[in-house]
């Protein structure tokens, strides 16, 4: 198996599963990461073809995730503070319902309020 297959069956693994957890079809989770429903289904069966780097994106942002999560990679190693900051996040991911000036308001009180308990 080439590195290239070995790669693509990962990232289909890793999309299914977390896909699967989220209890959500390909048509959902396309829907959410804004890419064709037809070009998930190839994703995700994990032949030689790899996604772009942009899909990947958008794929690890509709999952509420980072995209080595997708690839298998070993993760950066992040700040305290960023790790605080995604915890935060994907624990509240309830606000992906919300409006856009909603939600950009609530994380500028959670920025703000981080900002202040680490002084």
Request: hydrophobic content about 35%.
């Amino acid at each position: 198996m080439s590195d290239k297959s070995k790669q693509a069956r990962i990232i289909s693994n890793n999309i299914k599963e977390l896909r699967g957890s989220k209890g959500w079809n390909q048509s959902t989770l396309a829907a959410k990461a804004g890419i064709t429903p037809a070009a998930l289904s190839q994703i995700e069966k994990g032949d030689k073809r790899l996604p772009t780097f942009i899909v990947l994106r958008k794929l690890a942002s509709a999952l509420n995730v980072q995209p080595f999560e997708l690839t298998g990679e070993s993760p950066p190693s992040p700040s305290e503070s960023d790790q605080k900051s995604r915890e935060f996040y994907r624990r509240w991911d309830i606000l992906e319902d919300l409006s856009e000036d909603d939600q950009k308001m609530l994380r500028g009180m959670a920025e703000r309020l981080k900002d202040m308990t680490d002084k």
